[in-house]
């Protein structure tokens, strides 16, 4: 049952925000991309520097996303901080081959959502198949970890999340709620496509050249930026 107080049309995202969130999200120190790059409470790229060059790349991210293997996924976990821990304390993954008999029927179960764009998604038509991979996942990596790999294995559509930003948006672990936090991102990323009135391409390739990162990571870098109150924009 969900715990949520948040109602799914009280978030709103406008593009200054949107630029604002990525800005300070390439400003992040724990950032793979960012430990070539001098980290300041006072830095803006919004300026100048959008569209993002490959400077600021995060190359395993990257190579989970083209891949889709478990040696690639692993990596990028390794990359955002889920591994050696919690997996393996809670579930006893430690290398890449032990993931991937996760990762692979994963790819089964996700197929009926192969894709789907957050946008475009519907509740009559993709709910129960989105709440079968959330509790694939979730059931066998626990549910930081399962928005992660959904999200490389159907970029499109699954929106990461991590503790923080589920409980600012004051959800549970459930099914239900993952759910409901894809309905507050896809409103979020209408509200800007709405706003300026520019096709999902071209907005991706407002903030990365050759528009290489999907929507749904554009939104989390956001959802990031703004619950840990990242700098420069939005330092407590």
Known sequence: MSSSSVS??????????LRLGICSYNNLESNAAQKRHAVSNEKCLCVDSFPLSDDYDEPEYRSALESKGAIEIFGYL????MMPRPLLESFRISKPS????????????VEPLRGVKIEE???VKHKTAVFEAFNFLKDRVGHVCATRILHVLSPDLFV???????????????DQ???????ISQKEIVDVLTETQVTPKALRGVFYQRGWKP???????FHC????????????
């Open 121 to 123: 998604m519907e509740s």
């Open 8 to 17: 799914v049309s009280s978030p709103e995202l406008s593009m200054m925000l």
């Open 215 to 221: 929507l749904p990571k554009l939104v989390d870098e």
């Open 98 to 109: 032990e993931l991937g008999g996760i990762v692979n029927p994963a790819l089964r179960v």
């Open 78 to 81: 390794c990359e955002v901080g």
């Open 160 to 174: 990461p999340w991590d503790n923080d930003v589920r409980e600012h948006y004051g959800l549970s672990v459930y």
């Open 177 to 183: 709620d993952y759910y409901k936090f894809l309905e």
């Open 225 to 236: 930026a703004k619950v840990r109150k990242l700098p420069p924009h939005f330092k407590e």
